[in-house]
């Protein structure tokens, strides 16, 4: 019933920008928070970032002053820009929200998306 969708990895040398993107799409009513986490080779997934509906943001230590998390409500859409990247950020990006949508009636679940692959190597 509803999906999130992830754009915006790539390949970025160390010291670039990248600029992440989640829409979710469904018979949407409401998102209620929305986060970004990422998985690096090994590792357990880690969260990053997350934004509430009415804008509180709230950052892992290893990113604050580098990344911003930011959304559009009309676009149910939500941004991760990251900057100062370093091979450390190498990571499979998940999205992740609290959606509540119609299904005959109102529900709410937790989504997560397929994830972008963020790639940092000279």
């Known amino acids: 019933q509803v999906q999130l969708v992830e754009s915006g990895g790539g390949l970025v040398q160390p010291g670039g920008s990248l600029r992440l993107s989640c829409t979710a799409s469904?018979?949407?009513?409401?998102?209620?928070?929305m986060a970004w986490f990422r998985q690096a080779p090994g590792k357990e997934r880690e969260w990053v970032a997350t934004?509430?509906?009415?804008?509180?943001?709230n950052y892992v230590e290893s990113v604050k002053g580098r990344f911003i998390i930011s959304r559009d409500n009309a676009k149910n859409t939500v941004y991760l820009q990251m900057n100062s990247l370093k091979p450390e950020d190498t990571a499979v990006y998940y999205c992740?929200?609290?959606?509540?949508?119609?299904?005959?009636?109102?529900?709410?679940?937790?989504?997560w998306g397929q994830g972008t692959q963020v790639t940092v190597s000279s």
């Open positions: 469904g018979n949407i009513l409401r998102i209620y928070y």
């Open positions: 992740n929200g609290v959606v509540e949508y119609y299904s005959g009636s109102s529900r709410r679940n937790t989504y």
């Open positions: 934004i509430s509906s009415n804008g509180i943001t």
